[in-house]
T-cell receptor, first 109, second 114 residues
Framework: SQQGEEDPQALSIQEGENATMNCSYK?????LQWYRQNSGRGLVHLIL?????REKHSGRLRVTLDTSKKSSSLLITASRAADTASYFC?????????FGKGTTLSVSS | DSGVTQTPKHLITATGQRVTLRCSPR?????VYWYQQSLDQGLQFLIQ???????AKGNILERFSAQQFPDLHSELNLSSLELGDSALYFC?????????????FGDGTRLSIL
Protein backbone atom coordinates (compact mmCIF):
# COMPACT_ATOMS: atom_id res chain seq x y z
CA SER A 1 0.00 0.00 0.00
CA GLN A 2 1.11 3.59 -0.60
CA GLN A 3 2.59 5.53 2.30
CA GLY A 4 2.45 8.85 0.49
CA GLU A 5 -0.56 10.21 -1.36
CA GLU A 6 -0.13 13.09 -3.79
CA ASP A 7 -2.70 15.75 -4.44
CA PRO A 8 -3.96 16.74 -6.94
CA GLN A 9 -3.88 13.67 -9.16
CA ALA A 10 -3.58 15.88 -12.23
CA LEU A 11 -2.65 19.51 -12.78
CA SER A 12 -2.72 21.57 -15.98
CA ILE A 13 -1.08 24.98 -16.16
CA GLN A 14 0.39 27.44 -18.66
CA GLU A 15 4.08 28.04 -19.13
CA GLY A 16 5.40 30.58 -16.68
CA GLU A 17 2.89 29.71 -13.96
CA ASN A 18 3.80 28.04 -10.69
CA ALA A 19 2.81 24.46 -9.94
CA THR A 20 2.21 23.15 -6.43
CA MET A 21 1.84 19.49 -5.57
CA ASN A 22 1.13 18.08 -2.14
CA CYS A 23 1.99 14.81 -0.48
CA SER A 24 0.50 13.39 2.69
CA TYR A 25 1.90 10.40 4.50
CA LYS A 26 0.80 8.25 7.39
CA UNK A 27 3.69 7.30 9.65
CA UNK A 28 6.68 9.13 11.10
CA UNK A 29 9.56 9.63 8.70
CA UNK A 30 13.24 10.47 8.80
CA UNK A 31 13.21 12.03 5.36
CA LEU A 32 11.07 12.43 2.27
CA GLN A 33 12.11 12.43 -1.37
CA TRP A 34 10.52 13.78 -4.55
CA TYR A 35 10.98 12.16 -7.97
CA ARG A 36 9.94 13.06 -11.51
CA GLN A 37 8.96 10.59 -14.21
CA ASN A 38 8.74 11.59 -17.84
CA SER A 39 6.41 9.50 -19.97
CA GLY A 40 7.85 6.06 -20.62
CA ARG A 41 11.04 6.75 -18.67
CA GLY A 42 12.46 5.88 -15.28
CA LEU A 43 12.10 8.08 -12.22
CA VAL A 44 14.59 10.86 -11.62
CA HIS A 45 15.48 11.98 -8.10
CA LEU A 46 14.72 15.68 -7.57
CA ILE A 47 15.26 16.51 -3.94
CA LEU A 48 15.47 14.99 -0.45
CA UNK A 49 14.30 16.78 2.67
CA UNK A 50 15.12 15.52 6.15
CA UNK A 51 12.62 15.46 8.98
CA UNK A 52 14.45 18.27 10.81
CA UNK A 53 14.25 20.56 7.77
CA ARG A 54 11.22 22.70 6.99
CA GLU A 55 12.14 23.97 3.56
CA LYS A 56 14.65 23.18 0.85
CA HIS A 57 15.41 24.75 -2.51
CA SER A 58 16.98 23.39 -5.67
CA GLY A 59 16.88 25.66 -8.71
CA ARG A 60 13.20 26.30 -9.52
CA LEU A 61 12.09 23.68 -6.99
CA ARG A 62 11.01 24.42 -3.47
CA VAL A 63 10.03 21.65 -1.07
CA THR A 64 8.44 22.11 2.31
CA LEU A 65 7.88 19.56 5.03
CA ASP A 66 5.43 19.78 7.92
CA THR A 67 5.96 16.75 10.14
CA SER A 68 3.16 17.78 12.50
CA LYS A 69 0.68 17.54 9.62
CA LYS A 70 2.54 14.67 7.97
CA SER A 71 2.62 16.54 4.69
CA SER A 72 5.04 17.92 2.13
CA SER A 73 4.66 20.17 -0.86
CA LEU A 74 6.65 20.59 -4.06
CA LEU A 75 6.56 23.97 -5.76
CA ILE A 76 7.88 24.40 -9.29
CA THR A 77 8.24 28.05 -10.17
CA ALA A 78 8.05 29.54 -13.67
CA SER A 79 7.00 26.22 -15.20
CA ARG A 80 8.23 25.18 -18.62
CA ALA A 81 6.80 22.71 -21.14
CA ALA A 82 9.72 20.43 -20.26
CA ASP A 83 8.36 20.14 -16.70
CA THR A 84 5.47 18.07 -18.06
CA ALA A 85 5.81 14.80 -16.16
CA SER A 86 4.49 12.83 -13.22
CA TYR A 87 5.81 13.74 -9.80
CA PHE A 88 6.03 11.32 -6.88
CA CYS A 89 6.83 11.67 -3.22
CA UNK A 90 8.59 8.77 -1.55
CA UNK A 91 9.02 7.87 2.08
CA UNK A 92 11.22 5.23 3.61
CA UNK A 93 10.06 1.81 4.70
CA UNK A 94 13.10 0.21 6.25
CA UNK A 95 15.77 0.38 3.57
CA UNK A 96 13.28 0.69 0.70
CA UNK A 97 11.15 3.56 -0.57
CA UNK A 98 7.38 3.65 -0.78
CA PHE A 99 5.98 5.85 -3.53
CA GLY A 100 2.66 7.59 -3.81
CA LYS A 101 0.55 7.37 -6.98
CA GLY A 102 1.85 10.68 -8.23
CA THR A 103 0.65 13.98 -9.63
CA THR A 104 0.57 14.30 -13.40
CA LEU A 105 1.60 17.81 -14.41
CA SER A 106 0.88 19.17 -17.89
CA VAL A 107 2.47 22.48 -18.85
CA SER A 108 1.23 23.99 -22.08
CA SER A 109 2.96 26.71 -24.07
CA ASP B 1 21.31 9.18 -18.36
CA SER B 2 21.02 7.58 -14.91
CA GLY B 3 23.78 5.03 -15.51
CA VAL B 4 21.38 2.16 -14.76
CA THR B 5 20.87 -0.20 -17.68
CA GLN B 6 17.91 -2.49 -18.05
CA THR B 7 17.40 -5.13 -20.70
CA PRO B 8 15.32 -5.91 -22.58
CA LYS B 9 13.28 -2.71 -23.05
CA HIS B 10 10.22 -4.61 -24.21
CA LEU B 11 9.14 -8.19 -23.69
CA ILE B 12 6.05 -9.88 -25.06
CA THR B 13 5.21 -13.37 -23.93
CA ALA B 14 2.31 -15.65 -23.11
CA THR B 15 0.64 -16.77 -19.92
CA GLY B 16 2.44 -19.56 -18.11
CA GLN B 17 5.84 -18.58 -19.45
CA ARG B 18 8.97 -17.54 -17.58
CA VAL B 19 11.10 -14.46 -18.26
CA THR B 20 14.28 -12.92 -16.89
CA LEU B 21 14.82 -9.18 -16.62
CA ARG B 22 18.34 -7.87 -16.27
CA CYS B 23 19.73 -4.79 -14.54
CA SER B 24 23.20 -3.29 -14.42
CA PRO B 25 23.45 -0.72 -11.63
CA ARG B 26 25.25 2.58 -11.78
CA UNK B 27 29.00 2.23 -11.36
CA UNK B 28 29.86 2.17 -7.66
CA UNK B 29 26.32 1.47 -6.46
CA UNK B 30 25.98 -1.58 -4.21
CA UNK B 31 22.19 -1.61 -3.77
CA VAL B 32 19.73 -2.72 -6.41
CA TYR B 33 15.97 -2.34 -6.06
CA TRP B 34 13.20 -3.78 -8.21
CA TYR B 35 9.83 -2.10 -8.67
CA GLN B 36 6.67 -2.92 -10.58
CA GLN B 37 4.59 -0.07 -12.02
CA SER B 38 1.04 -0.57 -13.23
CA LEU B 39 -1.89 1.78 -13.71
CA ASP B 40 -3.98 0.28 -10.93
CA GLN B 41 -1.28 -0.46 -8.32
CA GLY B 42 1.11 2.40 -9.00
CA LEU B 43 4.80 1.90 -8.21
CA GLN B 44 5.26 -1.11 -5.95
CA PHE B 45 8.53 -2.05 -4.29
CA LEU B 46 9.40 -5.69 -4.91
CA ILE B 47 12.82 -6.48 -3.48
CA GLN B 48 16.24 -5.01 -2.64
CA UNK B 49 19.71 -6.49 -2.77
CA UNK B 50 22.79 -4.98 -1.21
CA UNK B 51 26.23 -6.24 -2.21
CA UNK B 52 24.88 -9.62 -3.24
CA UNK B 53 22.55 -10.24 -0.32
CA UNK B 54 18.81 -9.79 -0.05
CA UNK B 55 18.15 -6.76 2.17
CA ALA B 56 14.43 -6.05 1.98
CA LYS B 57 11.33 -7.61 0.55
CA GLY B 58 8.15 -5.85 -0.50
CA ASN B 59 5.10 -7.00 -2.42
CA ILE B 60 6.91 -9.67 -4.37
CA LEU B 61 4.91 -12.71 -5.42
CA GLU B 62 6.23 -16.21 -4.74
CA ARG B 63 6.34 -16.73 -8.53
CA PHE B 64 8.93 -13.98 -8.71
CA SER B 65 12.54 -14.23 -7.58
CA ALA B 66 15.66 -12.14 -7.90
CA GLN B 67 19.35 -12.28 -7.27
CA GLN B 68 22.38 -10.05 -7.37
CA PHE B 69 25.59 -11.45 -8.78
CA PRO B 70 29.21 -10.82 -7.68
CA ASP B 71 29.61 -8.18 -10.41
CA LEU B 72 26.55 -6.48 -8.83
CA HIS B 73 24.23 -6.87 -11.78
CA SER B 74 20.82 -8.22 -10.87
CA GLU B 75 18.18 -10.37 -12.47
CA LEU B 76 14.47 -10.57 -11.77
CA ASN B 77 12.86 -13.88 -12.71
CA LEU B 78 9.13 -14.01 -13.29
CA SER B 79 7.52 -17.42 -13.75
CA SER B 80 4.05 -18.87 -14.40
CA LEU B 81 3.16 -15.51 -15.87
CA GLU B 82 -0.39 -14.24 -15.64
CA LEU B 83 -2.16 -11.45 -17.53
CA GLY B 84 -1.99 -9.31 -14.40
CA ASP B 85 1.80 -9.39 -14.47
CA SER B 86 1.78 -7.04 -17.45
CA ALA B 87 3.53 -3.92 -16.20
CA LEU B 88 6.63 -1.78 -16.31
CA TYR B 89 9.44 -3.27 -14.23
CA PHE B 90 12.05 -0.84 -12.99
CA CYS B 91 15.42 -1.41 -11.48
CA UNK B 92 17.02 1.28 -9.35
CA UNK B 93 20.38 1.49 -7.66
CA UNK B 94 21.98 3.47 -4.86
CA UNK B 95 25.40 3.72 -3.29
CA UNK B 96 24.38 2.33 0.05
CA UNK B 97 21.17 1.34 1.70
CA UNK B 98 18.55 3.24 3.62
CA UNK B 99 16.10 6.05 3.13
CA UNK B 100 18.74 8.78 2.85
CA UNK B 101 20.01 7.29 -0.39
CA UNK B 102 18.63 8.80 -3.61
CA UNK B 103 17.80 6.01 -6.01
CA UNK B 104 18.79 6.06 -9.67
CA PHE B 105 16.32 4.39 -11.99
CA GLY B 106 16.72 2.62 -15.29
CA ASP B 107 14.19 3.16 -18.05
CA GLY B 108 12.43 -0.08 -17.29
CA THR B 109 11.34 -3.22 -19.05
CA ARG B 110 7.79 -3.18 -20.40
CA LEU B 111 6.35 -6.67 -20.01
CA SER B 112 3.25 -7.57 -21.96
CA ILE B 113 1.51 -10.89 -21.34
CA LEU B 114 -0.78 -12.06 -24.12
Amino acid sequence: SQQGEEDPQALSIQEGENATMNCSYKTSINNLQWYRQNSGRGLVHLILIRSNEREKHSGRLRVTLDTSKKSSSLLITASRAADTASYFCATEAGTALIFGKGTTLSVSS
Amino acid sequence: DSGVTQTPKHLITATGQRVTLRCSPRSGDLSVYWYQQSLDQGLQFLIQYYNGEERAKGNILERFSAQQFPDLHSELNLSSLELGDSALYFCASSVGTGGLQPQHFGDGTRLSIL
